[in-house]
């Protein structure tokens, strides 16, 4: 049982990486730093899109419209981090 919890651990921070990999990309495409004209750039924001869409669109659906702001890679971060701590916390009991 351990060891299921260590693979849940790490499948968490390969998400974390993720999440914090699309955040810096979005923000280096707004302030035009990146072109999604760029194959490979559009390429990675595609994949990066549809692996992080279905858990924005379930936080979103909790949020209030914060007009142009989303707050969704955030609370998604923070959930993250929130079930690392539970598991952290839990570890000890199965050993």
């Known amino acids: ?6 693979i849940v651990y ?3 921070d390969v998400l974390w990486f993720i999440v914090l990999v699309h ?5 280096l495409i707004n302030f035009q730093v990146l072109n999604l004209r760029q194959p490979i750039v559009a390429q990675i924001w595609d994949g990066l ?17 914060m007009g142009g702001i989303d707050l969704s890679p955030l609370v998604l971060l923070l959930g993250i981090y929130a079930l690392r701590i539970v ?9």
Request: glycine share 0%; charged share 10%.
């Open 87 to 95: 598991i952290a916390n839990n570890m000890h009991l199965l050993v």
């Open 49 to 65: 899109n549809r692996v992080l869409e279905p858990f924005y669109s379930r936080i979103r659906a909790f949020l209030p419209d």
């Open 10 to 12: 790490l499948i968490l």
């Open 1 to 6: 049982m351990l060891s299921l919890l260590q």
């Open 23 to 27: 955040v810096v990309l979005s923000w």
